[in-house]
């Protein structure tokens, strides 16, 4: 079936990076974009931006702007998103979600990412 | 980019129906045909409950359905039922080639 299934849960300190990886399968990976959005726990949704899996373009939220690289390996259909310069504002679920309509339609998610920064 | 106004709760019976508001302004919900909904029960991931405003993907249940005026977009949920209870998100396209959120509304059935 169709899915995006993320990588684990990642305990960083301030100031480091991580990279989440998102791995779709049962559809063809370079037709939908990929978009990231991620959750502070007991807060909203919080959109950080876009990547086309055929082009490699991408367009990020100027909040995230010179923090966040969003890039694939179509030859395994996956997705990573790289977050610099960790605080401790940054915990939080991180999901990969494709769109469905070509613009901001968000049909299916991955599981999930836990990232929690803490010194 | 200004989050999505929602209201923080809502409420409703078995049955009945409730809506839920989401505003904006005119560079996203009031320019663009392009606002979704989701549906989020605790501790899972979001779920697509209407696209290009009005439009249910397949599987979602008839009930939904979502409607706008000018810089307010509805979501109206019919026959409520004990499994409608969770958080709902509206989201829209805006004139700078994003998207952004709602702050969300908590659903409860009582």
């Known amino acids: 079936q169709v899915q995006l299934v993320q990588s684990g849960a990642e305990v960083k300190k301030p100031g480091a990076s991580v990279k989440v990886s998102c791995k779709a399968s049962g559809y063809t990976f370079t037709s939908y974009d990929i978009n990231w959005v991620r959750q502070a726990t007991g807060q909203g949704l919080e959109w950080m931006g876009w990547m086309n899996p055929n082009s490699g373009n991408t367009g990020y939220a100027q909040k995230f702007q010179g923090r966040v690289t969003m890039t694939r390996n179509t030859s395994i259909s996956t997705a990573y998103m790289e977050l610099s310069s960790l605080r401790s504002e940054d915990t939080a679920v991180y999901y990969c979600?494709?769109?469905?309509?070509?613009?901001?339609?968000?049909?299916?998610w991955g599981q999930g990412t836990m990232v929690t920064v803490s010194s | 980019q200004s989050a999505l106004t929602q209201p923080a709760s809502v409420s409703g019976s078995p049955g009945q129906s409730i809506t839920i508001s989401c505003t904006g302004t005119s560079s996203d919900v009031g320019g663009y045909n392009y606002v979704s909904w989701y549906q989020q029960h605790p501790g899972k991931a979001p779920k697509l409950m209407i696209y290009d405003v009005s439009n249910r993907p397949s599987g979602v249940s008839n009930r939904f359905s979502g409607s706008k005026s000018g810089n307010t977009a509805s979501l109206t949920i019919s026959g409520l039922q004990a499994e409608d209870e969770a958080d709902y998100y509206c989201?829209?396209?805006?004139?700078?080639?994003?998207?952004?959120f709602g702050g969300g509304t908590k659903l409860t059935v009582l």
């Open positions: 979600a494709r769109v469905y309509n070509a613009i901001d339609a968000f049909d299916i």
């Open positions: 989201s829209s396209y805006t004139s700078s080639s994003i998207v952004v």
